[in-house]
């Protein structure tokens, strides 16, 4: 873990933190690097002469928005009852244990209005009876009423009524913003159009809308849960009294985390091994296909509870942040091992036949290296295979992690993750009445992520793949 103090707060990035914005360097420098060949410039057009690929690429843009809010982690300098800040006999800071991210700080009100326990979506009671004293000294059992959750509704029977203008306000709000988004947008590219004289007169005007118009679809949306959230619980509380929406978003950094960093872990190996085999063949060829082969044949379940079990004693004596992060990322390590020899299949067989190409036959008739014939040559024409491979693989890694952690040898119980959700709602299904909300906000998080990566990486491969592409 490492700090960097400041002066009224101290900067704690953890090391999937630092991974985690790595890998976002490294995905600006591939984009900056993917701008200048015409390759990929003309993949990208056709990626965006989709409009339901465009808006799925805006999607899975949000959650890694929400998921890098909740990786800049800080602690607040801690303040004496006179509102100066403390120090040390030594003239050091003090500051407060907790950790916050900046997501903790946007969603403070979902963080701090926590209830007793159970609440269902837009209650105004708690879920489960409880004993209460009434003004009378008479003891009943009853539904007491919520600390947060509708607490300026008077008559029940008004429920609906204010939760309608509460959302009617957000939506003009949200209409208000967005309309000032579209109109952004628009300036935005018809000041590029100057730069760039190749573009037609209407495709400013249009790029703009179809931007604008996703932005401000976000806003509506953003403003209505807004409002609702500052008066209701919109997915309810759970078994602690924790609002469930806030949960939910937490989840999104863990989702990501193993999705993005299993994927760095995984692709490196399979990339080197793959073409390696493929290249040089003989021996190197036989090693690396025993290789995973060899460790295909071991069921990844169990490779990944054992390692999971050595790491867990191991970490134990940590602090609990440190301790699950660290669970977290040998999580991924761990899942990364054994993810890549799927993808060196694949880049073994590619490679086997961009060898025979004349340009590689060239290369080695003029004595260049055979590791600049590997970087040069060979990796550029089997990247379209690498990336195909990383997005389609990347949901069926955030589905995993709701698996692992259905059966125990996840992320840590204590991190806020969707696989914990789950698992949790396991008991809350089998109560009468049924506690339904805490699965359903896991369910419709984890799908609304899964489903547009497929769709968006359904539309890389029909871009970047050479059989399937079309002018």
């Not at 793959?274 to 169990?302: C, E």
Request: proline share 3%; with cysteine; glycine share 8%.
């Amino acid at each position: 873990m490492i700090r960097l103090t400041l002066d009224s707060f101290r900067l704690v990035l953890l090391p999937t933190d630092l991974l985690l914005f790595l890998l976002l360097f490294a995905t600006i420098g591939f984009l900056l690097y993917a701008r200048r060949r015409e390759y990929y410039r003309v993949a990208w057009r056709q990626i965006v002469a989709r409009p339901l690929a465009m808006i799925c690429m805006g999607i899975c843009l949000l959650y890694a928005s929400v998921a890098l809010l909740d990786s800049v982690r800080f602690q607040q300098r801690a303040t004496a009852l006179d509102g100066t800040q403390q120090t040390t006999d030594k003239g050091n800071a003090v500051y407060r244990p907790e950790v916050l991210t900046l997501l903790d700080v946007l969603c403070s009100g979902l963080r701090e209005r926590t209830e007793t326990t159970f609440s269902a979506p837009f209650a105004s009671h708690q879920f489960t009876k409880e004993t209460m004293e009434r003004a009378d000294g008479r003891t009943i059992r009853g539904y007491p009423k919520l600390k947060y959750g509708g607490a300026p509704l008077a008559n029940a029977e008004e429920k609906w009524r204010q939760v309608g203008r509460i959302a009617l306000r957000g939506l003009m709000h949200g209409i208000a913003v967005g309309g000032m988004l579209i109109v952004l947008a628009i300036g935005f590219f018809v000041a590029r159009r100057r730069v760039s004289q190749n573009a037609k007169p209407e495709e400013p005007v249009g790029s703009g809308l179809r931007v604008g118009g996703f932005l401000a679809a976000l806003a509506v949306l953003a403003g209505v849960l807004v409002s609702l959230s500052a008066e209701y619980h919109v997915l309810g509380t759970d078994q602690v009294g924790q609002d469930v929406l806030y949960r939910s978003l937490k989840g999104c950094r863990v989702g990501l985390v193993v999705g993005t960093l299993t994927t760095l872990i995984a692709t490196p190996l399979a990339i080197l091994f793959g073409i390696m085999a493929g290249y040089f063949g003989g021996r190197i060829d036989d090693i690396i296909q025993y290789l995973y082969t060899t460790l295909d044949s071991i069921p990844s379940i169990l490779l990944i509870a054992a390692a999971m079990l050595i790491v867990t004693t191991r970490v134990e004596v940590q602090q609990a942040a440190v301790a699950s992060d660290t669970r977290l990322l040998w999580l991924c390590v761990v899942l990364g091992i054994g993810s890549w020899t799927g993808l060196c299949r694949l880049l073994r067989g590619e490679t086997l036949k961009v060898r025979e190409n004349e340009y590689v036959e060239a290369a080695e008739a003029f004595g260049v290296s055979r590791v600049e014939i590997m970087f040069r040559h060979l990796l550029p024409n089997v990247m379209h295979i690498v990336l195909i491979s990383i997005i389609l693989r990347f949901s069926g890694l955030v589905l995993a992690e709701a698996v692992l952690a259905y059966v125990g040898i996840g992320v840590d119980p204590s991190m806020e993750s969707w696989g914990n959700m789950i698992n949790a709602a396991r008991l809350d299904i089998s109560r009468d009445p049924i506690v339904w909300w805490n699965l359903l906000a896991a369910f419709v998080f984890m799908f609304g992520l899964v489903l547009p990566a497929n769709i968006f990486g359904d539309a890389v491969r029909d871009a970047l793949d050479p059989r399937l592409k079309t002018e």
